[in-house]
T-cell receptor, first 116, second 113 residues
Framework: EAGVTQSPTHLIKTRGQQATLRCSPI?????VYWYQQALGLGLQFLLW???????NRGNFPPRFSGRQFPNYSSELNVNALELEDSALYLC???????????????FGSGTQLSVL | KQEVTQIPAALSVPEGENLVLNCSFT??????LQWFRQDPGKGLTSLLL?????REQTSGRLNASLDKSSGRSTLYIAASQPGDSATYLC????????????FGKGTKLTVNP
């Protein structure tokens, strides 16, 4: 069974451009989470989607946005890129929380975004 | 606000040694705690998940314990191997509706042959 897949693995952009990152969850998982891991800062929660809706977002500006498609895959968009957006962006998926016990999160390998 | 701390930030041990990684959290109102492994530039691999009602979980050479009331968890690695070298992260899932994981900054483990 395929795990969480993310594309692209690496992305190089310049300041002011837009970046689009993609994530496909494990089959059967309906919840998708996005995290940012910047050097020295640890993992910071960005966005959570469940059943196609944004359920929660972290303390990030509105230029970080995303969506979840009917097949539960997800897209993270970062507009007006800034140098400090350079980071590893990780996507995770889990079964829907409404199923009871809070399920284990499974992470993808990430997209390394470099803003020059 | 939930905060997760991992001590030490880095640890270097000789191969074969048993070791303990520590994780503490400030708010005991959690649903579960999860330990992850991260290799450089890579994503996270889930190692163990402990529900709030559990005291410990074991997988192979790994054993994780949870003391929710004192806000502590430990990850015990037996008979360490060079392949265990990685950064180990702990994360808690707080109660209260946010449903997001709160991560520590990790312990970077180096096992020397």
């Amino acid at each position: 069974e395929a795990g969480v897949t993310q594309s692209p693995t690496h992305l190089i952009k310049t300041r002011g451009q837009q970046a689009t990152l993609r994530c496909s969850p494990i089959s059967g998982h309906t919840s998708v989470y996005w995290y940012q891991q910047a050097l020295g800062l640890g993992l910071q929660f960005l966005l959570w989607y469940d059943e196609g809706e944004e359920r929660n977002r972290g303390n990030f500006p509105p230029r970080f946005s995303g969506r979840q498609f009917p097949n539960y895959s997800s897209e993270l968009n970062v507009n007006a890129l800034e140098l400090e957006d350079s980071a590893l962006y990780l996507c995770a998926s889990s079964l829907a929380i409404k199923r009871g016990a809070y399920e284990k999160l499974f992470f993808g390998s990430g997209t390394q975004l470099s803003v020059l | 606000k939930q905060e997760v701390t991992q001590i030490p930030a880095a640890l270097s041990v000789p191969e074969g040694e048993n070791l303990v990684l520590n994780c503490s959290f400030t708010d005991s109102a959690i649903y579960n705690l999860q330990w992850f492994r991260q290799d450089p530039g890579k994503g996270l691999t889930s190692l163990l998940l402990i529900q709030s009602s559990q005291r410990e979980q074991t997988s192979g050479r790994l054993n994780a314990s949870l003391d929710k009331s004192s806000g502590r968890s430990t990850l015990y690695i037996a008979a360490s191997q060079p392949g265990d070298s990685a950064t180990y992260l702990c994360a808690v899932r707080p109660q209260g509706g946010s449903e997001k994981l709160v991560f520590g900054k990790g312990t970077k483990l180096t096992v020397n042959p």
